[in-house]
């Protein structure tokens, strides 16, 4: 399984910014794809996931990015979207796509995710 994230840059307070991640490889038991941060200084933490479930998928959320950010993904091109509204400075951080095979219990935790993108920078200013 191979995974490329693409589409970060430098915004202000308030723009949008859509992440893309790329994959291949990936199969019919692959569980969950998402999206993890890391921030300068800090832990790299959860921010979006999908569960994939047959032919739907069901979106979790990070409480601080709930309402700001939307999940996407187009089964056809192989790709998941992070579309990011309401940019904050804190949202500052490394994105980086994943997918794996989580139960949906461990959807958050990183550990579950075996397989990663190389991470796109996103930097919000104020």
């Known amino acids: 399984v191979q995974l490329q994230a693409s589409g970060g840059g430098l915004v202000q307070a308030g723009a949008s910014l859509r992440l893309s991640c790329a994959t291949s490889g990936l199969t019919s038991s692959t569980r969950a794809m998402g999206w993890f941060r890391q921030a300068p200084g800090k832990e790299r933490e959860f921010v979006a996931a999908?569960?994939?479930?047959?032919?739907?998928?069901?979106?979790h959320y990070a409480d601080s990015v709930k309402g700001r950010f939307t999940l996407s993904r187009e089964n056809v091109m192989n790709m998941m979207y992070l579309q990011m509204s309401s940019l904050k400075p804190e949202d500052t951080a490394v994105y980086y796509c994943?997918?794996?095979?989580?139960?949906?219990?461990?959807?958050?935790?990183?550990?579950?995710?075996?397989?990663w993108g190389q991470g796109t920078q996103v930097t919000v200013s104020s």
């Open positions: 999908l569960w994939l479930s047959g032919s739907n998928s069901y979106s």
């Open positions: 994943a997918a794996g095979r989580p139960i949906l219990s461990q959807i958050r935790n990183q550990n579950s995710y075996a397989s």
